[in-house]
């Protein structure tokens, strides 16, 4: 069993996965295409706005919170 992870090994060339794909590319890069690197700008865009909203909710729900109520 080890003999064959051996062979397997040397077989394979270093290699690393696009993130966005996951097609096999060299070691020195992490997206494979112009269009992966425009969908991962995306995304990272995308994830930025809900963490703004993420936080502007928890903000608002804290001034609930503190606010005094009148009754």
Request: with cysteine.
């Amino acid at each position: 069993m080890i003999d064959v992870v051996i062979i397997m090994a040397e077989k394979v060339a270093q290699h690393t996965h696009c993130q966005i794909c996951g097609k096999t590319i060299p070691i020195s890069e992490t997206l494979c295409s112009e269009e992966c690197k425009q969908r991962y700008q995306s995304m990272i865009k995308k994830r930025k706005m809900l963490m703004y909203i993420m936080y502007a909710l928890i903000f608002v729900i804290i001034i609930m919170f503190l606010l005094p109520r009148s009754v």
